[in-house]
């Protein structure tokens, strides 16, 4: 059997392309509490799953009753697309698809801020909502390309959208709906006879998790085009991609009232530098196999929707340069960059609360006082050397060598958070403690920032803010 490598295209501001689409994180948004659901016209149904037309399927924000906490106040738009979200499928201009939640509605849908004519407006049991519905006519939205009939709900904070779409064409809507700050619902429209043995479905979701916390949260970034598999095997298609929202989906699985168990895989790239945070906290995928150990089961229930999420990291260098390279004349050069020289530089380094020997604050004003001072610094008042590894680090940050943002895995010195609040614990220590020669708890601690440090400074590992690259061995035909 022949083998292909499968490659992620990226850039380095996270914006994964795919068919002029760019999905990334948005930088201010949060998670959005409460639910929506599928209902009919009269809002009689909650959370309902199968429906004879397009026509009969209306939008239900909220919770499943008239009392529970449901979507946060503000407006909203939403969309239809295929399960796994690779494929948008309304046909009209988003601007039409628009909704607003009050406080008077507790979380339901209040009012219709799109075209009411198209997109005609339902009752509700629960006072000051109403229900909306999805499709403008029997044509829109598009057909699914599942064969089982099933179609996915989104919705999208305004705001949210506007920060990543603020065109709203349909070039870049897909990309307004990020997974994290929307919510969704699976719903079937039947063209067929359903099944006669009970079915449901699964979902599985590949996240970037830049800080390592097995959560998918803000700043972390979809991973698509990685394979995910579900066992046992009389699935097909067993493995697939996920999509541009970073969900694969499997739908019609057999089931019965008690639930199923099934399984999902995630692929091991043939780049032996990434790592598993959800759900294993840490497992390294180190391609010893063609499919990696991180698996997770879910229990599929008859007209449901499973789900399973995976968080993944991957570590690289620093860039970080040394206290040697700082000090000679290569340093002294990268300093001495245009505009300005080094006078900002040495700025930066006077803002720092950098310490001498005597524990008396230190503040350049010229390269040469700053080269004495960095090739002098000892570890007899650790505080010095502290402050001279925060001074490389610092240097290395303004000239783009190391990315700030970076995350730090350096247990036991120092882990689980960036570099820049690595440099901003370092330097409030030494704002408060600049003579740390006697053995002291305040000594230990300034030693382990200062041991970080100078790793990052030569250049350990971090997980960078963006993804690495990354590809599958895959089986050609």
Known sequence: ??????????????????????IAASAQAQNISGAIFTTTHDGAIVNGNNYASKLDVYLNGGPQNCTAPGLPDGNYYYMVTNPSGSVLLSLDSVFDRRFNVTSASSGKIAGNLGNQ?????????????????LAKSASDYADTP????????????????TAACPSGAKSCELAGFINSNTKTDNFRVRTTEPPSNPVGDLEAFKYYDHNVNGVYDQGDVILRDWPMTIGPDVVDPQTQLTSVSGLVAWTDL????????????????????????????????DNDTVTTPVTQSATVFPDQTARVDFGNFCMVGSGGLTLGFWSNKNGEALMNDAPYANAPELLLLRNLHLRTAGGLDFNPTTYSAFRTWLLSATATNMAYMLSAQLAAMKLNVEAHKVDGNAFVMLPPYYSGDTINELMAAADNSLASYGNTVAASPVRTYQEQLKTALDLLNNGAKVVPTCPCAYSFTVPTY
């Open 1 to 22: 059997m022949n083998v292909a490598h499968r490659p992620l295209r990226r850039n380095a501001l996270c914006l994964f392309l795919a068919g002029g689409l760019s």
């Open 117 to 133: 004519t198209t997109h005609p407006q339902g009752t509700s049991p629960c006072v000051d909502s109403i229900t909306i519905r």
């Open 146 to 161: 599942n064969a089982g009939g099933v179609y996915k709900a989104w919705i999208t904070r305004e705001a949210d959208f």
């Open 254 to 285: 057999p089931t019965d009232a008690g639930g199923h168990a099934y399984t999902v895989t995630e692929g091991e790239p043939v780049q032996t530098n990434w790592f598993n945070s959800e759900p294993s906290g840490g497992t390294a995928l």
